[in-house]
């Protein structure tokens, strides 16, 4: 099993661009998340999905968008790249319901906006 | 708000001691609190998951300890090795939300040879 899959691990963009990163998990949860990490900040969420075909935005959902495609895969839209958004990108699943919030996480995409 | 805090520096610990790492929360009463290793370049991975009713939980060589009272949890590692070496990052349930978790930013551990 791959658990959670991200592609691509880096990016660099030019402020203004859009790009989509992506997100699979072969883990059969139901609930996927983007977050961001930045130095000296905690995991910030982004936005999340808590079952297929459902989104809600996080704490900094601003500048972003997100898909639900199926059950497998979430995926983070940038749709004009700013400066700000330079970061750590992580995408994880929740495995069990609320309450059992432990979190599998992928490996990362490092996202550099020129 | 809800407020997670984790010392900031670094901490620097002998091969064979016990590191000791403090997670400390305000504003909220969390029903669990969770404790996460991040290698760097890599997502954090679980380790342990300690609930606002338990006042310890051990796994192997870890021990994660929840005082409800001071709100803080204490995350042990004994017999600590250099493989030790991570960022530890501790998490608790979101007040508003059952699927979010709030994050401490995470306390960086160096186990010296």
């Known amino acids: 099993n791959a658990g959670v899959t991200q592609t691509p691990k880096f990016q660099v963009l030019k402020t203004g661009q859009s790009m989509t990163l992506q997100c699979a998990q072969d883990?059969?949860?139901?609930?996927m998340y983007w977050y961001r990490q930045d130095p000296g900040m905690g995991l910030r969420l982004i936005y999340y999905?808590?079952?297929?075909?459902?989104?809600d935005k996080g704490e900094v959902p601003n500048g972003y968008n997100v898909s639900r495609l199926n059950k497998r895969e979430f995926s983070l839209r940038l749709e004009s790249a700013a400066p700000s958004q330079t970061s750590v990108y992580f995408c994880a699943t929740l495995a069990g319901g609320p309450g059992t919030d432990t979190q599998y996480f992928g490996p990362g995409t490092r996202l550099t906006v020129l | 708000s809800q407020k997670i805090e984790q010392n900031s520096e670094a901490l620097n610990i002998q091969e064979g001691k016990t590191a000791t790492l403090t997670c400390n929360y305000t504003?909220?009463?969390?029903?669990?609190l969770q404790w996460y290793r991040q290698d760097p370049g890599r997502g954090p991975v679980f380790l342990l998951l300690i609930r606002e009713n338990e006042k310890e939980k051990r796994k192997e060589r870890l021990k994660v300890t929840f005082d409800t009272t001071l709100k803080q949890s204490l995350f042990h590692i004994t017999a600590s090795q250099p493989a030790d070496s991570a960022t530890y990052l501790c998490?608790?349930?979101?007040?508003?939300?059952?699927?979010?978790?709030?994050w401490g930013a995470g306390t960086k551990l160096i186990i010296k040879p």
């Open positions: 999905s808590a079952s297929e075909g459902t989104t």
């Open positions: 998490a608790l349930d979101r007040m508003d939300s059952n699927y979010q978790l709030i």
């Open positions: 504003n909220y009463s969390p029903a669990y």
């Open positions: 883990m059969n949860h139901n609930s």
